[in-house]
């Protein structure tokens, strides 16, 4: 049998994650490419919500990141994605999703290295951790009993 | 229904070296919807354009997506493209698979399949694409240019000449910056205020400048020809229409003992001053931290002595409100201190001074009127070593980089003081010597070969005092390493050169990106080094990097060409990337329930109300709607609203869903 590929999303904001990530990028800075980039203009448009539809529909970890507070593009939207992620946070870890599945960081455009860092320490990590299918379960159990109870 | 193309490039061989381009074309042409996929070796050339202009109009493409480069190299180029076909610009999306996998990732099937995932997200998001129109805003046509060195004065002078207003803002109490500290300029040897002066001068009289010195930009709102500035004009104590400039109470100010900024220590001011004799504007500012009244509540000599009654001591900072169009950064740089350097001694030993202290030393105008004397005693120094890169290109220090300017003005300083003590020998230790530029090298062979400046290969290890002398401990690199101590009276350090206080948090407030360095960062290193990565504000002089004059004098003049250029125009067009609320036929109107939090969380304040009214005149309900002149698409509000009224275009929660299902292959 192949080794467990994870597969990993990646929301990240244009300005400085995925303009780090283009750094990485031009200075040929290798990584795994089971990461795939999602493109969002701000953490700050992040809806936490696409997190869950992401578990429940095979993904095996996610990256958040965007840009180091007080260097948001638009002034504050970091902020903003951050205290709703320490809201978001508590909620998830309390429907018993895995939180060591998620890393949440700061990577700037100055930062390709960085970048790199943050996709191979999340995918070795997941990788570890094995293809997440609990969360996906229980989404599908759940369904199932509300369509036998209908 | 949707009918997709798809446009693979190889970019030379910078994808297909790792990604099997043909295997994604054909992977995706098999897609649903997708009527034509094609690869080809340079999609943005111009047969590679022409290619697929020509494909969006022989197959009817309702979208298109361009599988290349970064989005933040050639959308603009690609989205032209489509326009030109007669496709909406916004129906053209970029896939990154050079950045984002053929350069990062190593050449095997995983690397093609994720390719073809990359692809395969953006042909589902383009489906659903909206077209879009741009939106179009007027310009204000008045420059903000903040910093009044010689790259601030040369910008402001070059918009200003344009007939355009300008608003010049320096912090501190007169413009000039480092070059009026300066004693004398290489490669040339002119005298640095005589050619700064005048300049400063016309600064002060140009009709179109209007000057704000010991003033601070407070924050800064809207975007690219529609900015509102705060600008905070610091009490300058005094009343600047009555005062003449005499400057009666810098002479008669009894706290005379404050170190002098402009001298870099070397001298004393009193705590009503003037900085320099040519100051522009000439009237002083009193120092609040060091001024009598201010700390015991008496003295006002100043005020007793001013022949117009000009000093007004509960004058209020102000902050001023103004409408501006671009910015031109010219902040400058400043220079690592003596106490940044432990095996110099921590700054502690009086005579290890740095390369500004030496300016002033070498000034006509400086505290020694311009001889050399060493600052302890007073002594002519008869042994003098200059330090080139101390600090600079020293990953060790943390400044990796070069500071440009230091080999340059250590020839200058060498020759100073060979002219000035014919008789003193002058030592220079160098890593190397970097002299490009138009009559840079030649001007440092003649302070090798006409003024006899010993130039020693090799660094600088420790430099400690004993018996009153300063021996300084190197190594002579060029005769085999041989360690060589040198017993010197005065030691000049050229310190690294570094981002000037201030910079990281006006950049905050400006809003553009800074490197690592706390540098500002230019857009592009080589096609867009005026421009920041924020439209409407460009950058001049030593506050991108260190720079010596006729480098931040050009830079100037290319900010102020991009500021023209701008002003050129009435009416900017905007990306259409906003958001909005929707709305719905009566009695609902919009799903949007009035709450307003979307509002608290916009940057922007571009959230406005807007209010329903029946027949007779009644507000039935009030919904959010957005100003669109205002928004800049951050998104912030739609991930907050609640009853998910708001959306935005571009990455509205339906394209944004699909990218992530088309990610995961759910379809
Ligand atoms: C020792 C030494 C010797 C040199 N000799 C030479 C030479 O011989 N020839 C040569 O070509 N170059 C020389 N240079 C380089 C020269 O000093 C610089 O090229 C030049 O000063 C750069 O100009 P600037 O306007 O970009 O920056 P600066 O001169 O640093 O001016 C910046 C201005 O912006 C103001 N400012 C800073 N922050 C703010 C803020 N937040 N708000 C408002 N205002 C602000 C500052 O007060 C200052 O007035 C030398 C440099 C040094 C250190
Ligand atoms: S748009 Fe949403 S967040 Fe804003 S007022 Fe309406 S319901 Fe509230
Ligand atoms: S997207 Fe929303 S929060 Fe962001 S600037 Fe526009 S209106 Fe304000």
Known sequence: MSEFEPKVVAFVCNWCTYAGADLTGTSRIKYASNVKIIRFPCTGRIDFMLLLKSFANGADGIIVSGCHPNDCHYTSGNFHAKRRWIMFKELMDFMGIDMNRITFSWVSAAEGARWAEVVNSTVTRVRELGPYVSYKQMVNTSIEEEVTHA | ???????????????????????????????????????????????????????????????????????????????KAAAEAGLNPYLCEMANLREHCSWVHEKNDMTTEKAIDIVRILVEKVKINNALL????????????????????????????????????????SIGGHMSQLSETFPTLDCSQCILTPRMVEVAQHPNITLYTYSEVE?????????????????????????????????????????????????????????????????????????????????????????????????????????????????????????????????????????????????????????????????????????????????????AYCSKICCMYTAKHAMLYKHK?????????????????????????RAIEEDYVNYIRGRVSTIYECDGKLIVKGVDTLLGAQPLEIVADMVVLATAGVANSGAEELAQKLHVSYDSHKFFAEAHPKLKPVETNTAGIFLAGACQNPKDIPDSVSQASGAAVKVAALFSQNELTREPLVAFVNRCSPPLYSTCVGC?????????????????????????????????????????????????SIDLHGYTNNQMYTEVMALLNVY
């Open chain 2, 134 to 173: 741009p939106i179009k805003v007027p310009v204000t046509k008045t420059a903000l240019v903040i910093g009044g060195g010689i790259a601030g004065i040369q910008s402001a002078l070059d918009i200003a000449n344009t007939g355009h207003k300008v608003i010049l803002v320096e912090r501190s109490p």
């Open chain 2, 219 to 399: 924050s800064l709102d809207g975007f690219i020809g529609n900015f509102t500035v705060k600008i905070r004009k610091k009490a300058r104590s005094i009343d600047e229409k009555d005062c003449t400039g005499c400057g009666l109470c810098t002479t008669k100010c009894p706290q005379k003992k404050i170190p002098n900024e402009f001298e870099e220590g070397m001298g004393f001011r009193p705590a009503i001053y003037t900085p320099f004799p040519q100051a522009v504007p000439n009237k002083p500012v009193i120092d609040r931290e060091h001024c009598t009244y201010y700390i015991k509540g008496k003295c006002k000599v100043c005020e007793i002595v001013c022949p117009t009654k000009a000093i007004r001591f509960d004058q209020p900072d102000q902050i001023l409100e103004i409408q501006i169009g671009a910015i031109v950064i010219a902040t400058g740089f400043d220079i690592k201190r003596t106490d940044f350097f432990p095996e110099y001694g921590f700054g502690k030993y009086k005579d290890v001074i740095d390369g500004l202290q030496f300016e002033r030393l070498a000034s006509a105008s400086g505290p020694t009127g311009g001889a050399i004397l060493r600052p302890s005693d007073g002594v002519v120094p008869k042994n003098i070593v200059f330090v080139a890169c101390a600090g600079s290109r020293d990953p060790a220090k943390g400044i």
């Open chain 2, 596 to 644: 307003f939090l979307c509002q608290s969380v916009c940057p922007y304040q571009a959230i406005e109300r807007e209010e329903f009214k029946n027949r007779d005149g009644k507000t039935i309900k009030t919904v959010a709607k957005i100003n669109e002149g205002l928004c800049q698409g951050c998104g912030t509000c739609v991930a907050l609203c609640r009853s998910k």
């Open chain 2, 1 to 79: 229904m949707a009918r997709i193309g798809v446009f693979i490039c190889h970019c030379g061989e910078n994808i297909s070296a790792t990604v099997d381009c043909g295997r994604v074309a054909e992977t995706i042409g098999k897609l649903k919807h997708v009527a034509y996929s094609t690869e080809y070796k340079y999609m943005c050339s111009d047969p590679g354009q022409t290619l697929i202009k020509d494909a969006i109009k022989e197959y009817k493409l309702t979208g298109i997506v361009v599988s290349a480069c970064s989005p933040r190299m050639h959308e603009p180029t690609f989205r």
């Open chain 2, 421 to 445: 003590v014919h008789e003193g020998k002058a030592h220079v230790f160098y890593m190397d010597i970097r002299s490009a530029g138009k009559n840079y090298d030649e001007f440092v062979r």
